[in-house]
């Protein structure tokens, strides 16, 4: 058995039960099961439908996001999670390059390597150059004054630690800034780069090895090892070509508004909603949300 689930964005909550039930009935599925009122449905099918690919195009042009997948065992034990644009809605290393003045310069490499379009490492290495000279000072900076956490994220964190899942931040970023995020929101521990400074400022190198899409992939082996888990105990959640690797192994992964080369290449979408829809994708009614 599969099942569908419906969402859109919950400051619209726009979700007709008209729409629903059409898509039900168009491919012979269950009672609907409302997990908000008017931001999220699912329905139980037989088999996934030829034509799914097409209404999710479709679905896409008014603003919801439609999943389909398999019912048994989607309710995960652990959550795998990118940081940047994905837990904040920053790249924080482009956050850096503005403050140090180069910042359209890194944010094209950025856009670019997270597009896949060059080397993960090599490009970060060339990043994190143009950022030599900043003093360590500007991290902290940054970090009260321009990173912002996508919404969601603290609900997702709380409901799924309440119901006894760990959490892991892993991020081609860097510690000073995944410390903190995983601080706030609650994750369990937290991978990431780190950058190398002398008397306070920045050298404009990372340590090695640096932490990419095969580390990525590493950390969901060694972290599900270590807790007794499989990989299909795991949601991991991403948006850049470096998460593909961890996004393909987990038992779902989830492509949250992804580069659409990154997209493409991943089953489960999420253009619309937030980090609140890997809760409903598990199914969590809203009513299950922990807030704190």
């Known amino acids: 058995m599969y099942i569908v689930t419906l969402l859109v964005a919950p400051a619209v909550r726009n979700l007709e039960p008209s729409l629903v039930d059409a898509l039900r009935n168009a491919w012979g599925g269950g009672d609907a099961i409302w997990l908000a009122p008017d931001e999220a449905a699912e329905f139980a099918i037989a088999q996934i439908p030829g034509n799914r690919w097409d209404i999710w195009a479709e679905l896409q042009q008014q603003g919801v996001d439609l999943v389909v997948q398999p019912m048994e065992g989607r309710r ?4 795998l999670a990118d940081m940047d644009s994905t837990m904040i809605e920053q790249e924080c290393i482009d956050e850096l390059a503005d403050e140090a ?13 997270m597009n896949g379009e060059l ?16 003093p360590v000072s500007t991290i902290t900076k940054v970090l009260e004054e ?7 994220g603290r609900v997702l964190l709380c409901t799924m630690k309440a119901d006894g899942a760990h ?17 706030k929101l609650g994750f369990d521990e937290n991978r990431a780069n780190s950058l190398i400074a002398r008397n306070d400022i920045l050298t404009g190198e990372v340590g090695e090895p640096i932490l990419g899409k095969q580390a990525k992939i590493d950390a969901l ?10 990989e299909r105990d795991v949601i991991a959640v991403g948006d850049g070509a470096n998460d593909l690797g961890m996004l393909g192994r987990a038992g779902t992964g989830v492509a949250l508004h992804a580069k659409p080369a990154v997209a493409a290449q991943c089953d489960v979408r999420i253009n619309h909603g937030d980090l609140t829809a890997l809760l409903f994708l598990q ?10």
């Open 146 to 152: 321009r990173i912002t956490y996508m919404p969601g």
């Open 221 to 230: 082996s060694e972290i599900t090892r270590r807790l007794g888990l499989a």
């Open 283 to 292: 199914g969590y009614t809203a009513a299950e949300f922990v807030n704190d």
């Open 119 to 134: 080397d993960f490492e090599d490009a970060l290495r060339a990043r994190v150059g143009l950022l030599k000279g900043l």
């Open 167 to 183: 959490a892991a931040l892993v991020s081609g970023g860097f510690t000073d800034f995944t410390s903190v995020v995983a601080q």
């Open 101 to 113: 003045g180069v910042g359209i310069k890194v944010k094209e490499i950025t856009a670019r390597a």
């Open 76 to 79: 995960k034990k652990m959550l």
